[in-house]
């Protein structure tokens, strides 16, 4: 599964230059629409080329992705995360302590990190985040890979609905959770 890193979705600000470049250069089918196949001229000078219409749209897409799992599931802060667990004794060091070990998806947003708030169950983890995660890694699929696998529709499941609605269904997220990671292509 290809990696989708904070790196490749635009800020949730944006980026003045990528954006104007790809909303220019990129009608909604994203094919270039005419008359706007220039670059800007603040891109033209800085020397970088415009992106090709399959990696706009990527990104776009990738973009939109994260945009409707913030708006369903939430992407909650270190102190949300403190508050929502109960553990109010501890600081932001020990959320980053969880997401290292591995006990807690933590995605890469600036220069920090945000937790999806779909792990979350009143005022504890999910038990099926930690094989998840275990599983994810021994694969090498990033936190982000995770996260919008668990966000997207899967055959794996009867009415092929996204992993994240079946949280509850340990065995069922982690089979197909499997099948995906480990499907040798």
Known sequence: MPEYSSDCSPPADGDPVQDQTMTN????????ASG???????????????PSPQLARA????????????????????????EMLGVTSAGPSWVAAQRKARKII????????????????????????????????????????LTLWMFGPSTSFVQEDRPVDHLLEPEAVLAAATLTMEALW
């Not at 897409?61 to 708006?71: D, G, L, M, P, V």
């Not at 998840?132 to 021994?138: D, K, Q, R, S, T």
């Open 25 to 32: 250069n990129l009608n909604g089918d994203g094919r270039a």
């Open 106 to 145: 933590g995605v890469r947003r600036g220069n920090s990190y945000l937790y999806p708030g779909f792990q979350f169950d009143h005022e504890t983890v999910l038990p099926v985040i930690a094989p998840l995660l275990e599983l994810a890694h021994a694969n090498g699929w990033s936190s982000d890979d």
């Open 36 to 50: 706007s196949q220039h670059r800007s001229d603040e891109t033209r000078s800085a020397g970088a080329a415009a």
């Open 59 to 82: 990104i776009r897409a990738t973009a939109e992705a994260w945009r409707r799992f913030e708006e369903e599931f939430g992407l909650l802060t270190n102190g949300e995360v403190i």
